[in-house]
């Protein structure tokens, strides 16, 4: 069983935190995502679970290994813990041939010469890079370089491989064909993955669940559909998604059983389906909407807010509206509506299971 | 440029300013090659030539006798200065790539401290450890040996070379050391495995520097080789000239055999001394 | 309480003590480390203890004795014309080697064919040692028959020649005419990386803004030249005050003591007159005269919290 159990994860550079109590498990053939902006702890957690840096506090397990713990003062250095990793820069060692690149792993745990030679070829074959083993890394591709780093992880057949933006440095083409084949990688080999990327696309489309992360906190784990659709807080709503979700400031008022959401320049009511989770301690809140969900119609109906289209960006496939309510913006993305002109008054509602509510103060979702 | 007629042709002269500009960088290039050019003219004279010539002209009748006689008396001594420069070469640049090396990428509290505490051994005058050296060499037993010097020039080469080498391993991404450390390379192997075969160049930049700081020494050769005949040639070009009356075609024989190896490192492997140069170096 | 629970733990806390990375490191780091610590840090300490002690003469003594060493160096007239000396040899030496350096810089900043040449002849007394240069610009200097006498008189120019580095009140700057000969080269080297750091776009901005050539240099070039102009200055004060080599072959320090500088004051101390104790005083104040500048030095560029790793 290689899956991987973190527990109240801590660490510090000198005064900054980079990691606050961080706790989470990546199951067994999981391609576990850790998603964030620049500076969030993801890659930082993924140092330590491979033991380049050595937490403050908490514990990491691999199976029932103990990898590092601050209480017991375990600690297996990097060197013996069977986790293989992808850097973003890939890391080869720019002396070596591509093949003494792979066999490297192999030639230091003194592997017998035979045996590494069948393994670096079965690998190099897989990965599509057999014609390259005698070629220096200077005179390889930027996606060739990729593959060689990702036949070094998987020549060594480890529990568990560990990766850090390893498609970053790939031009936008190149990179829509590498997610696939990691994809289909992951299937075949079934091995737990631990992918770091700030990349929401990437995230959502290779991980089987996502681990998003904001300075050092843990925000929320999940699928990509509960994190898309059940956001816990305003962090994770706005970061997921593009374009990015509307949010608008408002209070809610409570009549006669039912919730309407005062904007100030205009009320809008919510539907009877909607339940208000948590009470919060003043009324003001703000309600998210995605661009996708916001209805957009021509004539005015009930409980819908007047709007001006200002900026009409049609993308042939869709086209995206902003729009503007009194002073405040708001972007809509349409399929069905082609023929919205810059100026224009529009009336707009908000689809009723899609709405966001989250408390103004705590940022969590209450609804 | 302006363009003036000349005949049917058309000529191109030069902006004053540029002629000025090249006007300048001969100058000064003859004044930076002057006493070298001297030198040579002046070996290469025999006694009489010397008192009707003037010091830079060319002998009418070169002649090598001058450089003949500096180096029966340099032949041995040079060949001391090789001895002792060459080991202490390798030496310290061994020993100040594994010292760069383990504190530049070795990650642990206190190396930059370190690093600081080496570095100020560039700097220091050499007179204030003088005489402590020298009881050392005496305690060793090695007064007035080849090895005296060999200790000597190894142990005062290790800043220098930890810092040519420290800012070298700088520019090596972390990166690759981690890569290493997950193929499961501890510090000795990345060191065998991944950084050496990666330091050709640094090797080359700190040899040749050093090579031309320990044969360009002369104060630990005067302090520590006694009046035996271990002299290394700096020490021995002092003595060159026993009488009175100075040969200059011989002193200055003698001084350019005892220039040669350096200048022969310069002009093969310039480059590289300059990068050492720029390493934030000083001479002496 | 429990003998084996309190071994166990004992063993596991050497054990993380002394690990495998730790081993190694000190192994790596060990020889060089001693050699250090031995040669530098120790001797330094030893020498202040020599200067402290009752040595004189050629067995070494080590009682203690008093500060009257230093005292007598500040009350001692060689010692004082000795650091004389050495402030006017910092004095003309490090402005003209720096001026001479941006100089040279500049003339070879302005696109000229056969820069690398160039580059080459210039950096070429820097390579020599300075043996080889003593006996250069003695026979340069050479009153009787050396080639700037010789030279000045067939060119109608005899009236210039003069007594150079035996005249008494002038050999200093002869002197350091000869260390900016031989460092204007490495100066120029460093400046004219520092002219080439700077963006392309900075000069293009200049030349948009209407400024010639010389104010562009004057204005926009130089003032960015702070760093490399600070690292020659700290270079070229540390050599100036080491600087022995060169005077010893050059002048012995002489006429008088007229080129004497510390260093050469220290050397003649203890090894002509055995004055052991005196000796290792001056070399003291040499120390910590240089210590002056080369600490903060390196504490600005080295040090500090830019360079802390965890």
Sequence with gaps: MTNVVIKDLMKKYGKTIALKDVSLEIKDGEFFILLGPSGCGKTTTLLCIAGLLTPNKGEIRMGETVLSSSESDAFIRPQNRDAAMVFQDYAIYPHMTVYKNIAFPLKIRNMEKSKIESKVRDVSQRLGISKLLDRKPKQLSGGQRQRVALARAMVRDPKIFLMDEPLSNLDAKLRVYARAELKKLHEVMGTTIVYVTHDQIEAMSMGDRIAILNDGVLEQVGTPIEIYENPKNLFVVGFIGNPPINIIEGTLIEKNGEFIVEFGFSSYQLSSGIEIMKKTKTPEIMLGIRPENITITKESRENAIQAEVEVVEPLGRENIFHLRINDKPLIAVSITNKDLNVGEKVWISFDTDRIHIFDKITQKKIN | MKEIKIGSKKMRLPHPTRVLLYFLLIFFAFLALLPLWSAVMT?????????????????????????????????????????????????????????????????????????????????????????????????????????????????????????????????????????????????????????????????????????????????????????????????????????????????????????????????????????????????? | MNIKKITTRFKKKIKKIITRDKISTILFLIIPIVFVIIFIYICIIWNIVVSLSDWEGLRPSYNFKDFGQYIKLFTNKIFLTSLWNNIVLILIFVPGSLAMGLFLAILLDQKVRR????????????????????????????????????????????????????????????????????????????????????????????????????????????????????????????????????IFILTGGGPGYATEILPITMYKEVFNKKHFAYGSAIATVLFLLIMIIVIPYLYSTYGGKKNERN
């Excluded at chain 2, 509290?109 to 080496?118: E, H, K, M, P, Q």
């Excluded at chain 3, 948009?208 to 690292?231: H, M």
């Design chain 2, 43 to 284: 070996a290469l004279k025999t006694q009489e030539a010397l008192i009707y010539s003037n010091p830079i002209q060319p002998p009418i009748k070169p002649s090598l006798d001058a450089f003949g006689t500096a180096f029966n008396k340099l032949r041995i001594p040079i060949l001391n200065s090789l001895t002792f420069t060459i080991p202490a070469t390798i030496l310290s640049c061994v020993l100040g790539s594994m010292t760069g090396y383990a504190l530049t990428k070795v990650k642990f509290r206190g190396a930059n401290t370190i690093f600081l505490l080496v570095i100020v051994g560039i700097f220091i005058p050499y007179q204030a450890v003088l005489i402590p050296l020298v009881q050392i060499i005496i305690e060793l037993g090695i007064y007035g040996e080849i090895s005296a010097l060999i200790l000597t020039h190894t142990a005062y080469g290790v800043p220098i070379c930890t810092l040519l080498f420290k800012s070298f391993y700088d520019s090596i991404h972390d990166s690759l050391i981690n890569a290493a450390k997950i193929d499961g390379a501890g510090i000795w192997r990345t060191y065998i495995h991944v950084i050496l075969p990666l330091s050709v160049t640094p090797f080359v930049v700190a040899a040749v520097f050093q090579f031309t700081q320990i044969w360009n020494d002369l104060l630990f050769g005067l302090v520590l080789s006694g009046a035996g005949s271990n002299q290394p040639a700096s020490v021995a070009l002092l003595n060159l000239q026993g009488g009175f009356v100075t040969a200059w075609n011989v002193q200055m024989a003698g001084t350019l055999w005892y220039t040669i190896p350096s200048l022969v490192v310069y002009l093969v492997l310039g480059k590289y001394l300059v990068k050492g140069f720029m390493a934030g170096a000083i001479k002496g």
């Design chain 3, 115 to 246: 820069e690398n040449v160039f580059k080459l002849i210039y950096l070429f007394p820097f390579t020599l040692s300075f043996v080889v240069t003593g006996f250069l610009w003695r026979w340069m200097y050479n009153i009787r028959v050396g080639v700037l006498n010789t030279l000045l008189e067939s060119i109608g120019l005899g009236f210039l020649s003069n007594k150079w580095v035996q005249d008494v009140d002038f050999a200093m700057f002869w002197v350091c005419v000869v260390l900016i000969w031989q460092y204007s080269g490495y100066m120029m080297l460093i400046f004219l990386a520092g002219i080439r750091s700077i963006p392309e776009s900075h000069i293009m901005a200049a030349a948009v803004d209407g400024a010639s050539s010389f104010q562009t240099y004057y204005r926009v070039i130089i003032p960015q030249l702070k760093a490399p102009i600070f690292t020659g200055f700290v270079i070229l004060v540390v050599f100036a005050l080491k600087a022995f080599d060169l």
